[in-house]
């Protein structure tokens, strides 16, 4: 150490610059904070995922299976030709650079591998050594770089650096979608045993138990009693929420965070009252207990795994269509996936609304409706009464979350709730919302403890839109309609823009919502006073 | 005060230098990227540096008020705190200002004369202190955050069995245990 001292002279010529790097480098440092945990092996052998072992990304030696840079060369040329997608996006594009500054990573970040090009690009110049003639033969003068231990360490450190947002995708005018080539590039990466526990212990929860957090019929069960106990508190009227009831005429998913986590719960509280005050007849399922699907986080097999047990429970359970909860990339799964892996669901009827008789031809094929769609439409029909003013302590601000704005195009019915459930609705500027909305910074499975500092740098360019509304608006709560959403965006915002809760669009449903029977309310769902309550004592 | 008696041409070079010696501090592509793009949603860690710069340039040459300084530092602070900077580079910007400062009183009579130059490389020192202790602050925030995030996933768990606790305890028996699962 002491070697090192800098002598009086030495202090005084400090350069104050940081030391640069280049971005070439393919060398990168496992710095705590910006990076997940690698796959416990006993979830990797659950799934019967390759190459379990003890290892972490820090460490030097990553314990890769001898022949691992055979392996994923022919997973590569496997998925070239099962996936026409890839190739092109691999030979199309032109480097034009009109999505290098859209990726939230690069924004917070700075990060040059973080553009969204140059995250493709690394995957991209080893498929050019390996799989194109001018590669083969003039190696990096066409940009082409041989797959070494460090490269193969970079794709970890990069693949796992992209939520999968598909924001890029908007503005790239050939359409390539680097969210699959992350996802491909996670596949990879899986055939020698290079993932994350945050998808691997979800992934593998799910197919055990039915639901992400590994929770037992009896644990949903009593968490389900729990939360209808707590409404009739609050509500004064005792609702049914069934379980695995044969013959219903609807099955409901939610992701598991609505009955385990907070601010989810409160949405929880907002289906029962809405399901009860309607009706409906309906049954949730202990086994398909899990909207999320992580296996869009790990493996197309994956998806097919995962999202089959919904389909497995409706027909067991012989209902006739489903409706889903708040959830993101359930409903990626749904509108790109499904139809191709499980459908189509043709044992089920189109959906119908049993209320106003609405018919939703664009499920026909899945079979399955979101709450949003289902509830804007009772609400377009006048069939549910709703006292606004019971929202009036939230001034509102609406994140699309990425999935359901940009995979499925759900932009209007979470807003047309909204503005129908309460009275102060505040929009973000336009760059960052709808198709162009910022992601959280979390999603696809990277919404670990251990990886904040590189969530918080990805989620900044929305919360710094969040902050300018909060500061001109007064805007005091965040909706969003994804259940990765609830989890990370209440750290986000405490860090960069206090003062702002998060909140499902069924919580503010259901604090509007007017039941029969109802007690003389003076609570929200979160027993909060209502703003006239508020008032009542201020006058009194 | 030495200090305002310096031109406001001479501040703004000032300031000019010192925003681009903090922009140096990220790779070339990007810092031109947070110089040019204009729009702050679209770029907002360009929009934060410069209206902090800006305000910091205000105080620095003017009252240096403690509190508005802080304010100042304070967004910068947060965003080089989870930025790929060591503690020394993440709060190194401020300390930049010196060179920035030395820049500009190169320039002879167009420049800040040697009096003002040492009161102003005092207010940067305080100011590098102060940046210290805010990312000090920022990290704490960050050990908090992360904390309560992990309370939040088991909220329902945890009124569950509170409930369960005091309606066993009304009983005067052992409560029933709450819902189980394993949280990754
Ligand atoms: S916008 Fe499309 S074509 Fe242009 S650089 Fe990005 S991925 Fe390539
Ligand atoms: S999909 Fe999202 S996170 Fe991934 S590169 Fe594109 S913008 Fe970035």
């Known amino acids: ?143 082409a770089r041989d797959l070494t231990e460090d490269v193969l360490k970079e794709w970890f450190y990069y693949f796992y650096q992209c939520t999968e947002c598909r924001r890029c995708s908007v503005f790239c005018p050939y359409g390539i979608d680097t969210a699959e080539i992350t996802m491909i590039g996670r596949e990879l990466l899986t055939l020698v045993g290079c993932n994350i526990n945050w998808v691997i212990e979800p992934a593998a929860n799910c197919f055990r138990t039915g639901n992400h957090l590994g929770i037992q019929p009896h644990g949903f069960k009593d968490s389900i009693d729990f939360a209808v106990d707590e409404l009739e508190e609050i509500t004064g009227v005792r609702v049914e929420a069934p379980i695995n009831r044969k013959g219903a005429e609807v099955l409901f998913v939610m ?62 359970l012989g209902v006739k269509w489903i409706i889903g909860g708040e959830c993101g990339h359930m409903w990626r799964v749904m509108h790109q996936y499904m139809d191709t892996m499980n459908g189509p669901a043709d044992f089920l009827e189109v959906p119908v609304s049993p209320i106003t008789h609405t018919r939703f031809d664009h499920a026909a094929s899945t079979r399955m409706v979101h709450i949003c769609e289902f509830t804007a439409d009772l609400i377009r029909h006048g069939r549910l009464k709703l006292d606004v003013s019971r929202n009036d302590h939230w001034n509102v601000t609406f994140h699309d979350s990425c999935n359901p704005a940009r995979a499925m195009g759900l932009i209007e019915e979470p807003r047309y709730i909204i503005r129908n459930t309460c009275r102060t609705f505040h929009e973000m500027p336009e760059n960052t919302i709808r198709e162009q909305t910022f992601c959280c910074g979390s999603g696809s499975g990277l919404g670990t403890d251990e990886n904040l500092e590189m969530r918080l740098r990805g989620g900044f360019p929305r919360a710094n839109a969040v902050r300018y509304v909060r500061d001109k608006h007064g805007v005091n709560v965040l909706a969003c309609i994804c259940a990765i959403d609830k989890a990370t965006l209440p750290p986000l915002l405490e860090y960069w823009s206090p003062g702002v809760d998060v909140a499902g669009v069924h919580e503010f449903v259901g604090n509007a919502l007017l039941m029969k029977g109802e007690r003389d309310r003076t609570t929200d769902l979160r027993g909060e006073p209502f703003a006239s309550a508020k008032e009542d004592r201020a006058h009194a | 005060m030495a200090l305002t008696t310096v031109s406001a041409a001479t501040r703004d070079r000032f300031l000019e230098e010192w925003l681009a010696c903090t922009l140096g501090t990220y790779p070339e592509q990007t810092s031109r990227f947070l110089r040019e793009e204009p729009d702050p949603f679209r770029n907002p860690v360009g929009h934060t540096l410069d209206v902090s710069l800006r305000g910091l340039t205000v105080e620095l040459f003017g009252g240096f008020d403690r509190a508005r300084v802080t304010a100042w530092l304070d967004p910068v602070i947060h965003l080089r705190a989870v930025q790929d900077f060591s503690s020394a580079d993440a709060v190194g910007f401020v300390a930049l200002a010196r060179c920035a400062a030395d820049r500009v009183a190169e320039r002879g009579s167009q420049g800040i004369g040697p009096g003002a130059l040492d009161v102003l490389g005092t207010r940067i020192d305080e100011m590098v202190l102060i940046a210290a202790d805010l990312l000090d602050r920022c990290h704490e925030e960050i050990h908090a955050i992360g904390a309560r995030a992990a309370r939040r996933r088991v909220f329902v768990l945890e009124r569950a069995q509170a409930r369960a606790e005091a309606r066993a305890a009304a009983r005067g028996g052992a409560p029933r245990s709450a819902p189980r699962g394993e949280i990754p």
């Open chain 1, 1 to 143: 150490m002491a070697d090192q001292t800098p002598s009086p002279e030495q202090l005084t010529q400090v350069d104050y610059r940081p030391k640069g790097k280049s971005w070439l480098d393919p060398h990168v440092e496992f710095r705590k904070g910006t990076y997940c945990y690698s796959a416990a092996p006993k979830n990797l052998t659950y799934l019967g995922l390759p190459n379990p072992r003890q290892w972490q990304p820090f460490d030097q030696d990553w314990k890769l299976p001898p022949d691992w840079k055979d392996i994923i060369l022919a997973g590569m040329k496997e998925r070239l030709d099962r996936y026409r997608s890839f190739r092109l996006f691999m030979d199309i594009c032109v480097r034009c650079g009109a999505c290098a500054d859209k990726c939230h990573f690069y924004l917070g970040s700075g990060d040059p591998k973080n553009m969204p090009v140059l995250r493709a690009e690394l995957i991209r110049s080893v498929y050019r050594r390996y799989f194109t003639l001018a590669g083969r033969l003039l190696g990096s003068t066409v940009g």
């Open chain 1, 255 to 316: 992701p598991s965070a609505d009955y385990f986590g907070t601010p989810h719960y409160y949405t929880l509280l907002g289906y029962l009252a809405l399901f009860h005050e309607i009706g409906l007849d309906y049954t949730l399922s202990a086994f398909a207990s899990e909207g999320g699907n992580f296996g869009l986080f790990t493996s197309h097999e994956m998806i097919k795994r995962l999202n089959a047990k919904i389909y497995a429970e409706a027909k067991r």
